[in-house]
């Protein structure tokens, strides 16, 4: 399943920004500007990866020959159940959606207090 290979791509993606996200936030810990100006830089490879990712799953859902076909990928893809809980790989591609889902929001959450941290009252989370 196409699908589940990307999915599992966006996890090490998302993997890959979290740990430069936490190494920014070190970076910023330490005041240590020039790291901190090279990491942000360093965001911007696997945030351009995430959205080719998604844009391939995209394509994908486009190139399916049956609409209910697309729509039950679509509904795994947005966290819904697998259709055929029978079917290993739509069982592994929800349980890797999910984690994606999770690792997303925790990369959103320490973005957001970073961003805070260092923009204070321009921050765009004011």
Avoid: F, H
């Amino acid at each position: 399943m196409d699908a589940l290979v990307q999915m599992k791509r966006t996890g090490n993606l998302l993997n890959e920004l979290w740990d430069v996200t936490q190494q920014l936030g070190q970076s910023i810990d330490r005041n240590d500007q020039v790291s901190t100006q090279m990491l942000i830089a360093m965001r911007e490879e696997p945030l351009g990866k995430l959205q080719a990712a998604d844009q391939a799953i995209r394509e994908q859902l486009e190139a399916l020959s049956s609409p209910e076909e697309a729509a039950g990928l679509a509904g795994m893809l947005n966290g819904g159940p697998p259709e055929d809980p029978a079917q290993q790989s739509q069982v592994m591609l929800c349980e890797q959606v999910a984690s994606n889902r999770r690792r997303l929001s925790q990369v959103m959450e320490m973005d957001r207090i970073l961003n805070q941290r260092l923009g204070r009252e321009k921050s765009a989370y004011q």
